[in-house]
């Protein structure tokens, strides 16, 4: 297939609240160096994606509130292919969004949906696969997606079982499992035929609106309300938006379609969804410490992740072990690295507290 027909959108619309106190409502983990690579998240998949589509097709969705940090941090990408949401309603309505702005400019365009805050450090296998998905994608009625090879039996990652065929690039989806509990996470393992559900979608524009139609037909219905890339968009997508249903592309549509094509891909991926994520893929010192700072002295102290946004402070820990230690200019997080999954709750109970929007 030609460069032209190929489409990418970015979706960077999330709130990251498990990376909290560094990602905040007004500045998430998506547009934040969470590694410390001189490049945030976004600027990490933008880099890699625009190595197969040009610019001009590369499409950014969003909440309403980031389009101008996403502006800022990608001047490359055209004004008008940043788009915001008027309001949170999960990836199904985000994804008929965007396939109906795109399919109004090239009615044959394939598309891949990425999100914009994953670690992919074997860019170049990710190209490979990633054209062989939109191989398939434009050339059949197939709605694809990239499936990580499991390393091990992980509880907050979806799980995609396929129907094996010997000696093939991908296979048809059997099923889709939502954040298992352990027992099944390692049944799944050691079975052989399920892979992490990595949110990378790759689909030919008449595929996923036939796909909408059959399985979310009144939210088609909302969106062929609206004339796309014209300067009425802007105001009939803010008077539907609040009638659309809040639903993900996976429940929507995955879970229920006959037509799902997976590819497995080892891509050494983390969705960089906890404080624990990070802490795996980063550098460490000679015990076991993850620091993003120089100023820093440790003592009896290993397996601990220490992020600072301040630079001028130093920072003496002695003592501790497989902690998390978050210092930003309004908050001082202290916990168990075993208890990152509860940062969601610190983060609630603090909004409760008087002016605790306030940290947020």
């Keep these: 297939m030609s460069k032209s027909d190929k489409y990418c959108v970015i979706m960077a619309g999330g709130i990251g609240s498990r990376f909290w106190p560094l990602s905040t409502q007004k500045f998430p983990k998506q547009f934040q160096d969470i590694l410390g690579t001189g490049r945030t998240m976004i600027q990490q998949t933008y880099d890699r994606i625009s190595k197969m589509i040009p610019n001009e097709n590369i499409f950014v969705i969003t909440n309403k ?141 008449k595929s996923i609106f036939s796909a909408f139609e059959t399985y979310l037909p009144e939210m088609t219905q909302h969106f062929t309300a609206c004339e796309y890339n014209a300067e009425s968009e802007k105001s009939c997508i803010e008077l539907i938006y609040p009638k659309v249903q809040k639903i993900s592309i996976d429940n929507g549509i995955l879970e229920k379609a006959k037509n799902v094509y997976v590819i497995p891909a080892d891509l050494g991926w983390s969705d960089l969804g906890t404080w624990t994520s990070v802490f795996e893929n980063s550098e460490k010192d000679e015990n076991d410490n993850s620091i993003n700072i120089k100023s820093a002295l440790t003592y009896q102290s290993q397996g601990n992740i220490i992020h600072v946004k301040n630079n001028n402070k130093a920072i003496v820990i002695d003592g501790l072990k497989d902690y998390i230690v978050v210092d930003t200019e309004k908050v001082l997080l202290i916990c168990p690295r075993e208890h990152d999954q509860l940062i969601k709750d610190y983060v609630l109970d603090l909004k409760s507290l008087k002016k605790g929007d306030h940290f947020m």
Aim: proline share 6%; with cysteine; charged share 20%.
């Design 65 to 205: 509130e980031y389009v101008s940090l996403s502006h800022l941090q990608l001047p490359e990408i055209p004004e008008e292919n940043i788009v915001g949401e008027p309001l949170m309603k999960n990836t199904a309505a985000c994804n008929l969004y965007m396939a109906n702005k795109i399919a109004e400019i090239n009615p044959d365009a394939t598309m891949v949906v990425l999100p914009a805050d994953h670690l992919i450090l074997k860019e170049n296998v990710f190209l490979e696969k990633l054209e062989l998905a939109f191989q398939q994608a434009s050339a059949n009625d197939y709605l694809v997606t990239l499936g990580i090879t499991p390393t091990r039996p992980d509880t907050g990652y979806g799980y995609i079982q396929f129907v094996d065929k010997k000696d093939s690039d991908y296979y048809k989806v059997k099923t889709f499992t939502e954040k298992p509990i352990l027992e099944l996470a390692k049944s799944f393992l050691e079975s052989g035929d399920f892979l992490w559900n990595a949110g990378i979608f790759i689909w030919n524009v």
